[in-house]
């Protein structure tokens, strides 16, 4: 399995940015799909997720701003990021979750993409 994102770059604060997480292998509808980010010195975190039900959670920091969508037809997952602002700047990463696995934590996630810079610039 390997997950390769995209999207990323220099955006001002306000702007919007769609990332894309492509991933390979077979019956990717039937796994849940994450995207994390990491700014520097900080932790990695989660910040949306889709269920392969369709739910989808998001971290407080971004919800209203961010959407997580699926095209199970092309095996990607996408992040639309709107109102963007300069403390979202990070390395973003896609992930899968494991089957079985109900939560967000980094433990529950058996792959991981290389990530994409965001920059948002004030």
């Known amino acids: 399995v390997q997950l390769q994102a995209s999207g990323g770059g220099l955006v001002q604060a306000g702007g919007s940015l769609r990332l894309s997480c492509a991933a390979s292998?077979?019956?990717?509808?039937?796994?849940?799909m994450g995207w994390f980010r990491q700014a520097p010195g900080k932790e990695r975190e989660f910040i949306a997720g889709?269920?392969?039900?369709?739910?989808?959670s998001y971290a407080d920091s971004v919800k209203g701003r961010f959407t997580i969508s699926r095209g199970n037809a092309k095996n990607t997952v996408y992040l639309q990021m709107n109102s963007l602002k300069p403390e979202d700047t990070a390395v973003y990463y896609c992930?899968?979750?494991?089957?079985?696995?109900?939560?967000?934590?980094?433990?529950?996630?058996?792959?991981w993409g290389r990530g994409t810079q965001v920059t948002v610039s004030s």
């Open positions: 992930a899968r979750q494991r089957i079985g696995r109900g939560t967000w934590s980094e433990y529950d996630m058996d792959y």
């Open positions: 292998g077979r019956i990717f509808m039937n796994y849940g």
């Open positions: 889709s269920w392969s039900g369709g739910a989808t």
